[in-house]
Every structure is written in C-alpha cells, then in structure tokens.
Antibody
Framework: QVQLQESGPGLVKPSETLSLTCTVS????????WSWIRQPPGKGLEWIGY???????NYSPSLEGRVTISIDTSKNQFSLRLNSVTAADTAMYFC??????????WGQGILVTVSS | DIQMTQSPSSLSASVGDRVTITCRAS??????LGWYQQKPGKAPKRLIY???NLQSGVPSRFSGSGSGTEFTLTISSLQPEDFATYYC?????????FGQGTKLEIQ
C-alpha cells in the first residue's frame, strides 16, 4: 500500500518561500505522475501541478512563475516550492499520486499559514 | 483551461434517497474524469475513475457515467456516512481542473 506524507513548515512569512516535501513509502515512484493540490480554508480544491518520475513538470498557469516541483527518486521524495507567498497562499497542501488509472493515493495534508 | 461546472453546489437529502451530481466540461474530455469524496479535515478519497469505474473498496451504491462533456455521479441509496463534499477532476488536459464541489447535507 502506497503512503504519502507531507512535511514542512506550517507558518511562512509573506514574500518568503513555501517549501514542502512529500515522502512516498510502500511503493516505487517509477512510471507515475506525482501531484500537489491545495485547498484554502473553507474552499474547493486547486491543482498546483505535477512531476513525472523522469522529471518533466506541468504547473497551473495561475501559479506558473512562482512554483517549482522537483523529485528525488533516490529518497522517494518530491517537493514543492512556492515563491513570494501572500495570505492567499494559506491553504491545506496535499501531495498525491493521482491520474487516470486505478491507483490514487493522497497524503493527509499539511496546513500552511502565511502570516507575519 | 478546461472549466468543470459542477451542480448543484449543495444538496439536502435523506438516508435512503437516490442522488445525482453532475459535472459539465467546457470541452470534450473523453472519459478522463474522476469523482472524489471529501469529509471535513480529511484528504479527498476517489470513488470513481475513468468516468465509470468503481475504485477498489468503494461501495457499489456509488456509480459514475458519462463521456465527452457531461458526467454524473449517482449514489443509489444514501447512507449516513455519505454526507460529505464531492468533487469531479478532469485529467484530459493540463492544467487539471476540479469542479467547485457539491456539499451533500442531511435533510
């Protein structure tokens, strides 16, 4: 059973960089797309982007220019960096293996608050 | 971007009711759609993939249908644990996009 776990700071100052890591256990990262999704408090889900295990990425246009997703298959981890954050980036951040096939796994989520 | 319009945004129903939630895509997405259930404080859980395939372990009262631009999620007989928020997600083209959600409440 694949499990994902987000980690990182729960509080980030405005204008700084949000950095999160997702650790994957119970399975290989090969052949899959690894995603980040976020959910502001009380609101709906927003897809941030994904990275393929070979390193190709795709990002939401609304965040492109501020977001970077990277992968380290040797550590079974992938990461999210979001620059120049504002209060609007306050959200629950989820990492996920989510695509068209039968496999679909999500982390429990991590709440990141942007505040001084 | 493909817009996913989900309706209704909220729904009140009773245990035992049959309910249907709809997602409409702004352009054709074949069957590249999944349905998710989310309970407060929890990660979304996928119920249906490829528009009509039941995720392993999900009760058979959940079903999905549709292709192209119109999709439905049906719960044949509501159970108390089904009261939650439901989302569709298209993965036909990037960026992937979610519907805005349907909150299913107890009547």
């Amino acid at each position: 059973q694949v499990q994902l776990q987000e980690s990182g700071p729960g509080l980030v100052k405005p204008s700084e960089t949000l950095s999160l890591t997702c650790t994957v256990s119970g399975g290989s990262m090969s052949g899959s797309y690894w995603s980040w999704i976020r959910q502001p408090p009380g609101k709906g889900l927003e897809w941030i982007g994904y990275i393929h295990y070979i390193g190709s990425t795709n990002y939401s246009p609304s965040l492109e220019g501020r977001v970077t997703i990277s992968i380290d298959t040797s550590k079974n981890q992938f990461s999210l960096r979001l620059n120049s954050v504002t209060a609007a980036d306050t959200a629950m951040y989820f990492c996920a293996l989510s695509g068209g096939g039968p496999s679909d796994y999500w982390g429990q989520g991590i709440l990141v608050t942007v505040s001084s | 971007d493909i817009q996913m319009t989900q309706s209704p945004s909220s729904l009140s129903a009773s245990v035992g009711d049959r309910v249907t939630i709809t997602c409409r895509a702004s352009q054709g997405i074949s069957n590249d759609l999944g349905w998710y259930q989310q309970k407060p404080g929890k990660a979304p859980k996928r119920l249906i993939y490829a528009a009509s395939n039941l995720q392993s372990g999900v009760p058979s009262r959940f079903s999905g249908s549709g292709s192209g631009t119109e999709f439905t999620l049906t719960i044949s007989s509501l159970q108390p644990e089904d009261f939650a928020t439901y989302y569709c997600l298209q993965h036909n083209s990037n960026p992937r996009t979610f519907g805005q959600g349907t909150k299913l409440e107890i009547q």
